[in-house]
């Protein structure tokens, strides 16, 4: 059932599906919160589920796959200065394969774990320079080849 706009006490506005049994934002819904940050997409049990798109305050943008009120699944994250990450994550942080390219032209295509470049990864510089191998914690560790443009 749909309810018409309603703001809880923490001035959040939400207007969309409702569960009429428990009263819980459960279907497709917008949220807005006061620092202007907006979601649409899907709920189930007062959460963010299934798809939908965050717009955050600042300007960037996370579009794809929820599980309790977290990007869980595949997603793309955009900055606003153009920024982008594109593959999957797990309770908000990017985990398993993915793809970031920066404004520059930098980017790195690899394995993702809790949040940080981790595993098998290739980085490719501005400058066409390529680290192809292994990294752990968002850096170049381990065994891997080094190709200069």
């Avoid at 703001?7 to 959040?12: H, M």
């Avoid at 589920?49 to 579009?63: M, S």
């Avoid at 595949?74 to 394969?97: C, R």
């Amino acid at each position: 059932m749909k309810k018409p706009l309603c703001e809880n006490d923490s001035k959040i506005i939400y207007y969309g599906e409702w569960c009429d049994r428990s009263n819980l934002k459960h279907g497709r819904g917008i949220q807005i919160w006061p620092d202007g940050s907006r979601y649409e997409g899907y709920w189930q049990n007062d959460k963010a589920n299934v798809k939908g798109t965050l717009f955050h305050a600042d300007g960037d943008v996370y579009e794809g796959e929820w599980f309790e009120d977290k990007a869980h699944g595949y997603g793309i994250y955009t900055h606003v200065d153009g920024s982008k990450y594109e593959g999957f994550w797990v309770d908000d942080k990017q985990e398993g394969k993915g793809k970031e390219i920066w404004v520059d032209g930098a980017q790195y295509i690899g394995d993702y774990k809790d949040g940080k470049k981790c595993g098998h990864g290739r980085f490719t510089w501005t400058d066409g320079s390529v680290y192809e191998g292994e990294f752990y914690d968002n850096n170049i560790n381990g065994k891997g080849k080094f190709l200069i443009n």
